[in-house]
């Protein structure tokens, strides 16, 4: 873990994330010091965005049925931090100090936290230890185990899965995850499935008009075509967290489909980025940034230039299409499927079950080159309305799982 912690030290001296965690976490014991109030705490801990709207439902439940609580939420990822860090639903929002026994122990010394709450991923041995030690109540929710993870390897894995025993419970999304658990003897399992599940339903029942891509989509009401001849209300494909090998297949699918109008956005908004988004489409496309009520719906292409938009614009389409598939695995398929539209995405999916049930489902498509894009593209727009509606009925049906979690942390006893 210190050669972990020293890299990342050396990092921060050229890349700006490493060095925004360097500055939080130095900070983070004396903000706590500063900070801490008297009374209850519950300490929430993510290491991403995705991660905390994954346990967001849980907190906001927490708050609303057990106010008198106090909450503190960590983040390792400056993505998480730097985007939620005055998030009203929590009493403090903090940057988790770097994992040595010495931070652990202090960090708890003050913090005192009634319970601790590991979303999902990473398991911290220095806090896992302390937390045990002190017989401060543990959990891991929204947790899945796959047989491939560090924790079932041969010769590495018994130390690790050892860690899992520092957990009064682990929450986990499915069966399959309880049964590999098992077999290994653990068994402090309950399977309470995925809250981000009813996290995307919120979402997508309360999502606000754009009014830039609401005219990027809809035109000019005066306007029956655009400067390129478009009909009003044209197909409409989003893609959303989407990296150089998507956007080359997204953007040749949109010059051969004239019909269609392409809502692009990008996983990273960096001018590098940008620029590699302009030679792609001969620079026929318009940021959102530089649209107007004017010159909106005058191209086929608009690319997101910022972030923290794309759960909203998932409502302007008709079918989606979700970047990283090509790389180190896809993002989020949940947020589109709640607005009761298909998904389709890269082969790098089999570690996302909710990418399987979207298959099983019969509402999302993975594909591996540019003749199945093609193919599952045409395929999602001629039935989108019925691929739609199953994509609907899978996120509806686990909604529970926020609720689940909730009880079995707070209403019942598992010490």
Not at 82 to 94: F, P, S
Not at 368 to 387: I, K
Request: proline share 4%; hydrophobic share 40%; glycine share 6%.
């Amino acid at each position: 873990m210190l050669i972990y912690f020293l890299l990342i030290y050396i990092a921060s001296l050229w890349n700006k994330k490493a060095r925004l965690l360097c500055r939080g976490q130095k900070n983070a014991i004396p903000q706590l010091k500063q900070a801490r109030q008297e009374g209850s705490w519950i300490w929430f801990h993510a290491a991403s965005v995705g991660e905390f709207e994954q346990g967001r439902p849980v907190i906001e439940r927490l708050r609303k049925e057990q106010p008198h609580k106090k909450i503190l939420l960590t983040f390792f990822s400056p993505s998480g931090y730097e985007l939620h860090k005055n998030y009203t639903g929590a009493d403090l929002v903090m940057y988790l100090p770097f994992a040595t026994r010495r931070n652990a122990g202090r960090f708890l010394d003050i913090l005192q936290p009634e319970k601790a709450v590991f979303i999902k991923y990473e398991y911290w041995p220095a806090y896992l230890r302390e937390l045990r030690k002190r017989g401060i109540e543990t959990y891991s929710i929204a947790s899945v185990f796959r047989k491939e993870q560090f924790f079932f390897r041969p010769l590495i894995g018994r130390p690790y899965r050892q860690l899992l025993g520092c957990f009064t419970r682990l929450l986990v999304q499915d069966e399959a995850s309880r049964k590999l658990l098992a077999q290994y003897g653990i068994t402090n399992t309950v399977v309470t499935g995925d809250p981000r599940f009813k996290r995307v339903a919120q979402i997508a029942q309360s999502a606000e008009e754009i009014p830039l891509v609401d005219r990027f989509v809809n035109g000019m009401p005066e306007h029956k075509t655009g400067s390129e001849g478009l009909t009003l209300r044209s197909k409409v494909l989003v893609a959303g967290s989407t990296w150089l090998p998507d956007e080359e297949l997204i953007v040749r699918y949109i010059n051969r489909h004239q019909d269609t109008r392409l809502i692009l956005v990008p996983h990273e908004t960096d001018e590098k980025h940008l620029h590699n988004i302009f030679q792609l489409t001969e620079g026929r496309y318009i940021r959102l940034t530089q649209a107007n009520m004017k010159n909106a719906d005058t191209c086929r292409i608009l690319v997101v230039d910022t972030v923290g938009m794309l759960s909203r614009i998932y409502r302007y389409a008709n079918v989606a299409y979700i970047g990283g598939g090509f790389g180190a695995g896809i993002h989020n398929t949940l947020e589109p499927a709640a607005y009761g539209i298909p998904v389709v995405w890269g082969k790098n999916y089999k570690r996302f079950r909710e990418a399987k049930g979207l298959i099983e489902a019969g509402a999302g498509i993975a594909v591996s080159n540019y003749q199945e894009l093609e193919q599952a593209l045409d395929t999602a727009f001629l039935n989108a309305a019925d691929m739609g509606q199953k994509a609907l009925q899978f996120v509806l049906s686990e909604t529970d799982a926020a609720d689940k979690i909730f009880q079995e942390i707070f209403l019942k006893s598992n010490l």
